[in-house]
């Protein structure tokens, strides 16, 4: 076996007497100059651990700063498994010893250290963790990953994987280690990571294990005391047990979601919520809870006060940091949240979570995709638990993030995610004084007996709403109608279609059957015949090409003419959408193809068109024209309105002409 560079022993011998060391305080030297040295043991690497080495040291992590988060949860993990031998009853050396890590730097030797005074190995762990890969499933996988170049990530999580990433920034480790076992011997364990390893014993080792890393000159900034706390407090701000940088607690921070949250007052949550978003303003909603099915997370999620407008188009500010056993495997994970949640800040803990999830795996992993639905679920039933306690507050959450609640209606696929997102939207009501919100259920819950359908009204204004013709049909039969004030809102309602088995239909697509009532005097309708024959003549005058149908409306209005069109939204979409130099092309052609014309034959303008189409055909037309126009910008569909004011002045011209006096008529 070839050999390789050993760690000096000044090395070794200055990082165990360091001052700041909380752990390793020798009263005798590990090895003196004048002592017998005791030939080290060579040993040389599975043929599967040089292969794994390699694989963890080029392809595993795209982030080299992740050996310190390795090393640190294999070091809690150390204290930990103590603290269970304890428990069990078990003899230990130091009994009363506290249980932390020390991290511990040194520029002049270019060598960062990590300790604990955990469980510790004996010569056997040191050789079965340390030197082989202890479990035959991961050599099988190795073995054929090495054979036929297939994907290598799963390996990540695996026994004694953590500790091999230790050579991504070190061109030696050394590790010093004696076992918690009384009267057992402690030894050391060197290797530059590529031929093999050496063991030898050493005396004066204190329980646990402390890992030196000599540096790579291209990782020299692992030994600068401000890089390593930021990584620490990073990647394991909340690892269960006391992490010390050069003698200073770095991990001040309580893993808030491993408590009972009836413990944690609001000032501990606004503190973490703080921490995880770099924000000064303290939540809106806290939510809190822990599931061990279908998968095992503890969870802790924050709403914000507000959203930024900057942070509406920049979310990668926003989103929740996942863990594994208190240490962090990724920050701000966009894939543990739906695109709808992602102004949320929270962390998830699940043990369930390989540590070394790769940003790859976590596109595909089927645990990610259980915990997204669980926290989905979970945050829908707590928004709607806030909405019926304290309405008024959850009122000023949907103003801040409805934006979101839309976004989730129109993106996911699941009906019924949509119809559990749709209990939490608000409208105001045709039946609730202006400013007041009610949600869909309370919709329902008044409508009349045997009403199908849950109506509403697009329109920029209440006022414009209510001045509506397609409103007025519906309120003289008295049926409630939901305002909605923004384009998303339509689209939102197109989408979902349908809630609890009613129907969401649009005011202008209603057929609702008019009130019985006797006519007006001065209200009489045009005989059917007439109005067929003037419904013939409209549509040539406005020609067949520039709409679908003209028609005699049974509607109940104020207004002389409405348009009716099915899937309304889609065609405003459609319109808003179309490309500058397609968009009059597009408009002539749902004109033509989707646009019914309905005329009131009780409305005076229509019965006085019938005389004069006869009498003057050039002003009838105009008017025509211009009663369609005005009847597409009450369905907010008019393309150019510029286009109308030419033909306006014309009608203009031809009211003044016939009602102005001549002089003749003033000398008489």
Not at 291 to 299: D, F, G, L, M, R
Not at 459 to 479: H, K, V
Not at 583 to 594: M, P, Q, R, V
Request: glycine residues 6%; contains cysteine.
């Amino acid at each position: 076996m070839r050999l390789y560079r050993k760690l000096p022993l000044r090395l070794v011998s200055q990082t165990l007497t360091s001052t700041s060391s909380r752990l390793y305080h020798l009263t005798t030297p590990l090895l003196s100059s004048s002592d017998p040295q005791p030939n080290p043991q060579q040993h040389s690497f599975q043929a599967e651990t040089r292969q794994l080495l390699d694989i963890v040291a080029r392809s595993l992590y795209s982030e080299r700063e992740v050996f310190l988060r390795e090393l640190v949860s294999n070091a809690a993990d150390a204290l930990e498994k103590l603290r269970y031998t304890q428990l069990k009853g078990e003899e230990i050396d130091d009994p009363s010893a506290t249980l932390h890590v020390e991290c511990s730097l040194s520029e002049s030797l270019n060598s960062l250290t990590i300790e604990d005074n955990g469980i510790g190995m004996t010569k056997e762990e040191l050789i079965a963790n340390l030197g082989t890969i202890a479990r035959s499933g991961s050599k099988e996988f190795v073995k054929t990953a090495g054979a036929d170049g297939g994907d290598t990530s799963n390996i990540i999580g695996q026994f004694g994987v953590g500790f091999y990433s230790a050579f991504m920034v070190g061109s030696h480790v050394t590790v010093l280690t004696r076992s918690a076992k009384p009267g057992s011997v402690g030894y050391v364990w060197n290797s530059n990571g590529e031929d093999g390893y050496d063991i030898q014993e050493a005396a004066g080792l204190p329980r646990g294990t402390r890992i030196v890393i000599q540096l790579k000159e291209d990782a020299l900034e692992f030994v600068k005391k401000d890089r390593v706390r930021e990584v620490l407090r990073k990647h394991s701000n909340f690892v269960g047990y006391p992490i010390y940088l050069d003698g200073v607690q770095v991990n001040t921070i309580e893993p808030l979601w491993t408590r009972k949250s009836s413990d944690i007052p609001d000032q501990e949550h606004a503190e973490l919520y703080q921490s995880l978003s770099g924000r000064k303003d303290n939540p809106m909603y806290t939510m809190q809870f822990a599931v061990e099915t279908p998968v095992s997370i503890k969870c802790v999620l924050y709403v914000p006060q507000f959203m930024p407008q900057l942070d509406i188009a920049n979310l990668k500010n926003f989103g929740i940091s996942l863990y594994c056993k208190k240490v962090m495997v990724q920050a701000q994970t966009p894939k543990l949240l739906p695109e709808w949640l992602m102004f949320l800040h929270g962390v998830v803990d699940s043990e369930d979570i390989p540590l070394n999830l790769s940003r790859e795996l976590l596109q595909e992993s089927v645990v990610i995709t259980k915990i997204k639905s669980v926290i989905t679920g979970k945050m829908i039933s707590y928004l709607n638990r806030q909405a019926k306690r304290d309405p008024g507050k959850y009122e000023e959450f949907y103003k801040e993030f409805g934006r979101f609640l839309r976004i989730g209606i129109v993106t996911t696929e699941s009906q019924t995610e949509k119809e559990d997102l749709a209990k939490l939207l608000r409208f105001e009501s045709s039946k609730e004084e202006k400013g007041t919100i009610i949600s869909l259920d309370q919709y329902i819950e008044r409508a009349p007996e045997g009403q199908k359908q849950v109506y509403y009204l697009s329109a920029p204004s209440r006022e414009m709403a209510m001045e509506s013709p397609y409103f007025e049909t519906l309120q003289q039969n008295d049926l409630e109608v939901l305002f909605t004030y923004n384009k998303e809102d339509d689209v939102v309602l197109f989408k979902l279609e349908n809630y609890k088995d009613r129907k969401l239909c649009t005011a202008e697509a209603a057929n609702v059957k008019p009130v019985d009532k006797p006519e007006e005097p001065g209200h009489e309708k045009l005989e059917k015949q007439e109005g067929n024959r003037l419904a013939t003549w409209f549509r040539d005058a406005l020609g067949r090409e520039n709409v679908k149908e003209v028609k005699m409306s049974d509607r109940q209005h104020s207004q002389p003419a409405v348009v009716t069109v099915e899937n309304l939204t889609t065609l405003r979409r459609y319109l808003e959408m179309a490309p500058p130099d397609q968009k009059e092309a597009s408009y002539k052609y749902l004109l033509h193809n989707s646009v019914v014309l309905e005329l009131n034959p009780t409305h005076p303008i229509i019965k006085q068109l019938a005389p004069l189409r006869e009498s003057n055909p050039e002003v009838a037309g105009l008017v025509a024209s211009q009663l369609f126009d005005n009847a597409l910008m009450n369905a907010d569909l008019v393309h150019d309105p510029r286009r109308m004011v030419g033909r306006i002045n014309k009608i203009l011209q031809a009211v003044t002409e016939s009602e102005v006096p001549t002089d003749a008529d003033v000398k008489e």
